[in-house]
Structures are given as structure tokens and as C-alpha cells.
């Protein structure tokens, strides 16, 4: 795609996008679908984070892939200011008409730097505050505080679950606010028996066996000893798994083994692990809306999530989700436990979540939400852009 760098826009010229996250794992995973969506619709779109093993993918979705070096999800104030220079100093060269920006940390930067620097149109999307309403009032007020601040750079503020929206509603503009929810690839996401069959084999399960499992980056806010804990408990009645990355810059990081959880790190083949699977158990203690959970119920499986913020959007307890409280390993393994006994309870929960993902969580739909909100930001102030969004 050939830039327009240093020209002035017309309403024919193709509308340029950049998407921002702190690192490119978030781009391929969490906005895959939405990046392709937009690059087959005509809009130039760019790919930007902190550096990292994903370019090849990336690029295969027809974007194209930007680097902020000094970008981290490390705690450094010397790394932080580094990577606000680098974008001051790269966001006017790339002649973007929308910076949207994902994750806590790029955000906030994002924001506030794209508008001073003069993009037209800059929109975020809260995939999860990084406080909920049960974290003391310093944490809160820190979190909430640095969040509307950086909402006041904005033209439009994307959420994906209602309690995060209603949490910073003090600070949002009125009318440049929304629930947009999350999605995932309705297509890739779907129960494959042979699929199930293969990876079974390659780990060992057999046919009669029950394999429960989690996905999840490999640390403490995950919900990880809470697991592994209901697993000993539950030791001898089926196999256990987690997959996910390490993250060891992370303060929570898990590191090395936990006893009776087979930890099998990052795979690329997770619609068909996900078909492996007996039970999906997600024990976090904060999520935004959950992308493993969705994917697990688009899959079909019976899902066991913590009751908290987000996790509460993908359904009703007992219909689509068997909800416990966070931090409580007895209660974990007593429902997980039920359902390891009930096959039939498996089924209807595995089912009830499918009509629900089918229903509710088609990340296209997402993606056009965000590109509604590009226009009606775009039409506010008067630029002059192509008469209405693409068909995506």
C-alpha cells in the first residue's frame, strides 16, 4: 500500500489507519480479524507496536507493520519516556487520518501524543481497566484518574464490556462513548471431532479420559494457583492443562511448574485444542471480555469462569456458564468436579454457549463498530473523507 505522506487529503484518497498496542502478539491475536477486515475493504491500514516475532503474520494480512522500539509492558519509567519520544517523533511521518489504540499502556500514550501531534481522528478501545470495583480506592482513583485523563485526547472511547464504560463514565464526553463487546473468528473457532481426535493422541488422553484445561497468559492474575490447587483436589478424575506464554516480565509471572497442571505454553493450533478439551475453566481475577472464553464457546465446550467484570458478559450462570467466585479453589473444584460427573450438563452448557457465541461474539461486528466510530468522528469535525464506511 503506498503511502500519502506529505500530500493533502481528498475525499477519494484511501482512509489510513493505524492500530496500536504495546506489543504485536496483541495485533495478531486480539485484532487479526479486524486488521484483514479492514486492509480487503480498501483502508490503508498499519500495524504498530513494540518489536516482536509476529511481522510475517502480521503482514500476510495485507498491513503494514510499524515499529515503536522502546515500547514494554516492563515497569520502567526510563522505557516509558523512550517510547513516548518514539512515537512523537514517528506518528507525523506516517500521514495517519485514525490512530486506535488497544491495551492499557499504549493507550494511554497513544492517546495523548496522537492528538497533540495532530491526527485527525483517534480512538481507543478499553479491553479491561486495569482496576475493578473491588480493588482499593488508591488503585482505583490511580487507574481511573490516568484513564479519563487519557479519554480527554480522544474522539471516541470503545468498550468492551459495559461495567469498565459505567466505571469511567465521570470522565467520558457524552455521545463519544460505547459498547462495542468483543469477538473472535466465527470461521477458524468451531468443534472439529478430527481435530479433537488428533490433538487427544498427541497428548495421550484417552477416549474414556477427561482432559479440563485453561488459556491464559502464564501468570497469578489468571487465576493459576487457584487452578492448580481445584486440579490436586480433583487429582486421578481427569487430566489437567494450561496453555498460554510465559511472561516473565510480568510481576505476576508463574514461573516453573505447577503440580498437577501440564503446562504446554503457546500453540498455534488453539481451535483444536480447544476441541480436546471436556471442560474450559478461565479462574481470573480481572478480564476485560475474555477472548479464550469466547473461543472455547465457540467451540462448544461447557464453560467454568470467575465471577467477575467481563467474564459476567458471556452468559447467564447455569445456562451458558458455570460461574465461582474468584480466589476460592474449594468452590472451583466442586463445579468443575459436577461437571466431570454430569456428561449431560457438560452438553447443554457446551451448547447454550455456542448459540451464545454464534449469536453475540463475531469479532466482524466488532470491527465494523469500529469503523462506525471513525466515520461519525471523522463527520463531526468536518473532514473531508469518503461519503460513508466500507462494507466489511
Known amino acids: 500500500m503506498s503511502p500519502r505522506r506529505g500530500r493533502t487529503r481528498t475525499s477519494t484518497d484511501p482512509v489510513r489507519v493505524a492500530h496500536l498496542t504495546t506489543i504485536d502478539a496483541s495485533l495478531l491475536i486480539l485484532l487479526g480479524t479486524e486488521l484483514e477486515l479492514e486492509a480487503a475493504a480498501g483502508l490503508d491500514v498499519l500495524a504498530v507496536s513494540a518489536p516482536g516475532p509476529n511481522r510475517a503474520a502480521l503482514e500476510a494480512l495485507q498491513v503494514e507493520v510499524v515499529d515503536v522500539p522502546h515500547l514494554t509492558r516492563r515497569r520502567s519509567l526510563r522505557a516509558d519516556a523512550a517510547a513516548v519520544r518514539d512515537l512523537w517523533r514517528l506518528l507525523p511521518g506516517l500521514d495517519l487520518d485514525v490512530l486506535h489504540t488497544h491495551t492499557p499502556k499504549a493507550g494511554i500514550f497513544g492517546r495523548i501524543v496522537g492528538r497533540l501531534r495532530g491526527v485527525p481522528v483517534v480512538v481507543n478501545t478499553c ?15 490511580f487507574v481511573y484518574g490516568v484513564e479519563g485523563l487519557a479519554s480527554r485526547f480522544s474522539h471516541a472511547e470503545l468498550f468492551q464490556n459495559a461495567e469498565d464504560l459505567a466505571s469511567l463514565r465521570f470522565a467520558l464526553r457524552r455521545g463519544r462513548a460505547e459498547v462495542v463487546g468483543n469477538g473472535v473468528d466465527l470461521e477458524r473457532f468451531a468443534f472439529d471431532p478430527e481435530a479433537r481426535a488428533k490433538v487427544r493422541a498427541e497428548l495421550g488422553v484417552a477416549d474414556d ?3 479440563v484445561g485453561g488459556v491464559g497468559r502464564r501468570v497469578a492474575a489468571k487465576g493459576l494457583f487457584d487452578y492448580a490447587a481445584a486440579a490436586q483436589r480433583l487429582s486421578g478424575r481427569a487430566r489437567f492443562l494450561w496453555v498460554g506464554p510465559d511472561e516473565p516480565d510480568k510481576a505476576d509471572a508463574v514461573h516453573g511448574q505447577l503440580d498437577g497442571v501440564e503446562l504446554l505454553g503457546q500453540r498455534d493450533d488453539m481451535p483444536a485444542v480447544y476441541a480436546a478439551l471436556d471442560v474450559f475453566v478461565l479462574p481470573s481475577y480481572r478480564e476485560g471480555l475474555p477472548r479464550s472464553a469466547m473461543e472455547a464457546a465457540a467451540c462448544g465446550r461447557p464453560l467454568v469462569l470467575t465471577d467477575i467484570r467481563g467474564s459476567r458478559e458471556l452468559g447467564t450462570d447455569g445456562v451458558e456458564v458455570a460461574f465461582v467466585p474468584p480466589g476460592d479453589p474449594a468452590a472451583l473444584a466442586a463445579t468443575i468436579g459436577g461437571l466431570l460427573d454430569d456428561a449431560s450438563r457438560r452438553s447443554r452448557l457446551g451448547e447454550a454457549a455456542l448459540r451464545r457465541a454464534i449469536a453475540e461474539f463475531d469479532q466482524r461486528d466488532v470491527a465494523r463498530a469500529s469503523v462506525r466510530a471513525y466515520w461519525t468522528a471523522a463527520r463531526r469535525q468536518g473532514l473531508a473523507w469518503p461519503d460513508g464506511p466500507p462494507e466489511l
Not at 479491553?127 to 482513583?141: I, N, Q, V
Open 127 to 141: 479491553h479491561g481497566l486495569l482496576a475493578t470495583r473491588e480493588d482499593p480506592w488508591p488503585k482505583r482513583a
Open 209 to 211: 479420559e477427561l482432559l
